[in-house]
């Protein structure tokens, strides 16, 4: 998979180089470029805000700039088109069925908002050649998407086969799988300042731990995500309409 990132603050996603992601740029698995948006302006100040149209406080990142990053990265008679992922938190949720979706793309890009963002022509521009989605990773606000993008493209990145060493333990996380939150997990010692590990994961029977592990999922997310717990009965009721 290629990656490529365009932000005024590139050193942001130096992250990128570390860890798991790191390790699997090195072994080729991802091909991440980097870019400054600065690199794409022509005067002196290389300025890449304005003031917004219509008032209101903050500035708005100018549309020229990043049309030339996107023509440059990704020309437009070129063999490929990337698709395109802006952070903002008017996005659709970034979501466990995204990061599957996305990690099936052979070339992603992700464009760096920062200020009050991107001027709004620059995804309708890139959205005449390529696919453009707005993403949010949660209901909070950033300075900018850098953040957002180091979190998207770990979630990605670790899905990539020959990224983790087991992918059989991608089967059993939270959001996937059965869509619940995964149950608490323990090692040793069996006791611990007073804490014991629970009886049945020392029991070896594997039946009782399964069924010990599923409740503990339903527990856990009924307490803490009672909305997929409501999404997860339509699925069971057989009301799930996502396939209509
Ligand atoms: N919530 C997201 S993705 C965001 C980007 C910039 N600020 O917030």
């Not at 087991?166 to 869509?179: K, R």
Request: charge should be negative; proline fraction near 7%.
């Amino acid at each position: 998979m290629r990656l490529d990132v365009v932000s005024i603050f590139p050193e942001y996603l130096a992250a990128l180089d570390v860890s798991l992601v790191g390790k699997a740029a090195k072994s080729g698995l991802l091909d991440v470029h980097l870019h400054d948006l600065r690199e794409w302006t022509h005067d002196r100040h290389r300025t890449v805000d304005d003031t917004p149209y219509g008032g209101g406080a903050g500035m708005v990142m100018k549309p020229e700039p990043w049309g030339l990053a996107l023509d440059a990265i990704a020309p437009a008679d070129g063999p490929a088109q990337p698709r395109l992922i802006v952070p903002t938190p008017a996005g659709r949720p970034f979501t466990q069925e995204l990061a599957y979706e996305l990690a099936a793309e052979p070339w992603l890009a992700f464009a760096c908002g920062r200020y009050e963002g991107i001027d709004a022509r620059v995804a309708s521009y890139a959205g005449e050649r390529m696919r453009v989605d707005e993403v949010s990773i949660g209901d909070y606000v950033l300075n900018g998407g850098e953040v957002a993008v180091l979190v998207m493209v770990e979630a990605v990145a670790r899905l990539l086969p020959g990224v983790i060493g087991n992918p059989e333990s991608l089967a059993e996380e939270s959001h996937s799988g059965d869509g619940l939150l995964e149950y608490p997990v323990y090692t040793k010692p069996t006791s611990w300042r007073g804490y014991d590990v629970p009886e049945v994961l020392l029991s070896g029977n594997h039946g009782l731990i399964a069924d010990w592990r599923h409740e503990e999922s339903v527990r856990r997310t009924a307490e803490r995500r009672p909305d997929l717990l409501a999404a997860w009965g339509d699925v069971l009721a057989g009301k799930d309409d996502s396939t209509a």
